[in-house]
């Protein structure tokens, strides 16, 4: 995500680090590559200026041209003010009514409907809510039959109707989720290929119905500064309240996520990270955190959304048995392998991870195509051919039974000796936390040990 911005970025201020002394002309420098970089990206114009003016203004004082790792304190100053551009708190989304209407809008194609699940789904995860969905989107063909497929997915209720006006859909949904007994209603809304005056009239009489308590526009990312224009021309219609980037995983440039809040005026509330729809880390969405946003731009991660990922991932009862069984001088077996393989999928994969971990994302570079969800797939399916014995009992694994193995799993006794050096080599590693803590290991791996291969 934003791999493009945040490798320029870091490049601009490579330059600046380890430097005693900066002068005014190093910080020019490196305000012209971040000036290409944002220019690049498809920021904003405006943003672009807000950002640098700011930046130069912060970074050009005595203090910190002359102070203790200038280089360092002039990133801490961009980071601040990516930050700044973001919006400096963390939006969330509130229940001021028994029953609370979202009214989600966008063009077409933006991701409204997908979008309406997953945040129906969000919300149920995270705030216990008990929603239900209506489409009102009567001119796409399956647009309905969509979202009612997502619902029974997902278990949540769907407004089954035959009317094919909007404005009359509208005055069902409201009766269907009274009767449902539902505190949430999710309203998705048609969308058109461009900007028209039906389209808004529409919105406006079913904004007139349903007297929202939000109304968030879905944008795509990878539209870029033409995402910014869209909401603004929504926003002169009706009152948008928060802000949905959807594509966001395939969305190298970032430029549309650091322009949307400075142009509009509006918050983005969540990233959309994939199609998936489905329960915790299965849902491909986010919670839109500025702090956390700007720590993977520059390189520096984002640790709260890598801890909440671990606990949707895992339950406290599998994570006390493993921890119990590697301080017990037991040895890890593949089926400890096995549940740490699903946890990692279910996390987005070993890529995701190492970007939300500080000063990883060099690694990230070098890891790529080689630590991914096909190799993931790959390890499990070399497990899922051994027997429960061989699971259990890593030591029976002689030549002949890896054959059979890789037969199996239609793959070469290569990738099940791998496998086998993995399990080995993790419990090298829990051997050496036992003995000497978290220091015996880094020193090892400061000797040559280096982490198990994969």
Known sequence: MFDFLSEKLQSAFKSLKGKGILTEADVEAALRELRLALLEADVSLSAIKHLTANVRQLATGE????????????????????VELLGTEEPELTFPAPLTVILMVGLQGSGKTTSSAKIAQYCVDKYGRKPVMASLDVYRPAAIAQLEELGKRLDIPTLSSTSTSPQERTKQALSFAKESGANLLILDTAGRTDLNEELMEELKDIHKLSVPHHVILCADAQAGHSAVDVAEAFKKTIPVSGLVLTRVDGDARGGAALSMRHVTGVPILFLGVGEAVGRGNANKIEPFRPHGLAGRILGQGDVLSLVEKVQAASSE??????????????????????????????????????GLLPGMGALKGKLEGKMDDKMLARQQAVISSMTPKERKNPKLLNAKRRMRIAKGCGLQVADVNKLVKMQEGLNQMTKMLRKGGLSALTGAMGKGGGFPKF
């Open 317 to 354: 009862e599998d994570n006390a048995a493993l921890e119990k069984k590697m301080m017990s001088g037991k040895e890890l077996d593949f089926n400890d392998i096995s549940k740490q393989l699903k946890m990692m999928q279910r996390m987005g994969g070993m890529g995701n991870m190492l």
């Open 63 to 82: 203090k910190v041209l002359s102070g203790i790792n200038p280089g360092e304190q002039v990133t801490k100053i961009v980071y601040d003010q990516i």
